[in-house]
């Protein structure tokens, strides 16, 4: 069965630091990654994804991440942090029924607290 | 705006009701996917429907149903209300039939039973 494991319930960041959110993964076959994030009474919001292709993923508000085969990790990072990042942060993965769209089974999520 | 609305925002409801909730896809989505978002449980994938069939089932009980009508939006029904019911219940959908399509999701529905 697939999975994906988010390893930190809380990350504190000061703003303007480097941040770093954890997601390893494990999978059969291929593996396609989503990071959403979830603001208070809010829904979900996609900020990228991995398919294929380079391992370094750009995605919204200037998010990135870095899809690492031999370690089955897709950590998020994001080169300098703002308070207004500080939400809930969710990795997941997505069933592949033999090449059509399946649902996403997601992480337990990682609160990102950056202050100022 | 991701374009998914749902509604109601909020509901209330006692033990043993019966509620549905109600979910627009984007435009010209054809994918429609319900997720149940509590504390303990986490986010789980309930049911997912495509052009109207139901595609996949997930952790979904037998006393929740669905279904997508032809104008694609969606109804998530949940009978006889139980305390351990009480969540946030996401719609999400999809354009296509890819891999390759992420999800957008709507607001939510918070249902409390009480």
């Known amino acids: 069965a697939q999975s994906v494991a988010q390893p930190e319930d809380q990350v504190n960041v000061a703003e303007g630091n480097p941040l770093t959110v954890k997601c390893t993964y494990s999978?059969?076959?291929?593996?396609?990654l989503f990071w959403y994030v979830q603001y208070p009474n809010r829904g979900l919001q996609f900020l990228l994804k991995?398919?294929?292709?380079?391992?370094l993923v750009k995605g919204s508000y200037g998010f990135e991440a870095e899809f690492n085969k031999s370690q089955t990790s897709f950590h998020l990072k994001k080169p300098s942090a703002l308070v207004s990042d500080s939400a809930l942060y969710f990795c997941?993965?997505?069933?592949?029924?033999?090449?059509?769209?399946?649902?996403?089974?997601f992480g337990k999520g990682t609160k990102l607290s950056v202050k100022p | 705006d991701s374009g998914v609305t749902q509604t109601p925002k909020h509901l209330i409801t006692a033990t043993g009701q019966r509620v549905t909730l109600r979910c627009s896809p984007r435009?010209?989505?054809?994918?429609v996917y319900w997720y149940q978002q509590s504390l303990d449980q986490g986010l789980q994938f309930l049911i997912q429907?495509?052009?109207?069939?139901?595609?996949a089932k997930g952790n979904i009980l037998e006393r929740f149903s669905a279904q997508q009508f032809p104008d694609l939006h969606s109804e998530l029904n949940l009978s006889s209300l139980e305390l351990g019911d009480s969540a946030l219940y996401f719609c999400?959908?999809?354009?296509?039939?890819?891999?390759?399509?992420?999800?957008?999701f709507g607001p939510g529905t918070r249902l409390t039973v009480t």
């Open positions: 999978v059969s076959g291929n593996p396609y």
């Open positions: 997941a993965v997505r069933e592949n029924y033999g090449g059509s769209q399946g649902n996403l089974i």
């Open positions: 435009s010209g989505d054809l994918s």
């Open positions: 991995y398919i294929t292709g380079d391992n």
């Open positions: 999400a959908s999809s354009g296509g039939d890819s891999i390759h399509y992420e999800q957008y």
């Open positions: 429907y495509y052009n109207g069939e139901e595609r």
